[in-house]
């Protein structure tokens, strides 16, 4: 089983960056792919950005490539995204997800066992 929990959301201006952690615990972190997902008010959560467990593949969404970088430190336990020139419409409560079995549907919600508790991340213009 793994646990897990995010941290690093906040308020930021456009053009800034945040980076949000992932520490997962249990056996499996290591043999895990992590995402990230996103809830905007009166929006679905979406998919942000995916890793595979061994870290040698990524995947984003067009809304956020080229900006954001998912990366993943099985060593410690710990997945990273990495947020650069923010825009308002990037304001979202942002999740971690965990998925120990590695599944090529990465983009969708049902895939993922294991959530953080969400963390807020606001863009101010």
């Known amino acids: 089983q793994v646990q897990v929990v995010d941290s690093g959301g906040g308020l930021v201006q456009v053009g800034g960056s945040l980076r949000f952690s992932c520490t997962a615990s249990?056996?499996?972190?290591?043999?895990?792919?992590m995402a990230w997902f996103r809830h905007a008010p009166a929006k679905e959560r979406e998919f942000v950005a995916h890793?595979?467990?061994?870290?040698?593949?990524?995947n984003y969404a067009d809304s956020v490539r080229g900006r954001f970088t998912i990366s993943k430190d099985n060593a410690g336990n710990t997945a990273y995204l990495q947020m650069n020139h923010l825009k308002p419409e990037d304001t979202a409560v942002y999740y971690c997800?965990?998925?120990?079995?590695?599944?090529?549907?990465?983009?969708?919600?049902?895939?993922?066992?294991?959530w953080g508790q969400g963390t807020q991340v606001t863009v101010s213009s």
């Open positions: 997800a965990a998925d120990p079995w590695g599944s090529t549907s990465f983009q969708e919600l049902s895939t993922y066992d294991y």
């Open positions: 890793i595979s467990w061994s870290g040698a593949s990524t």
């Open positions: 249990g056996r499996t972190f290591s043999s895990s792919a």
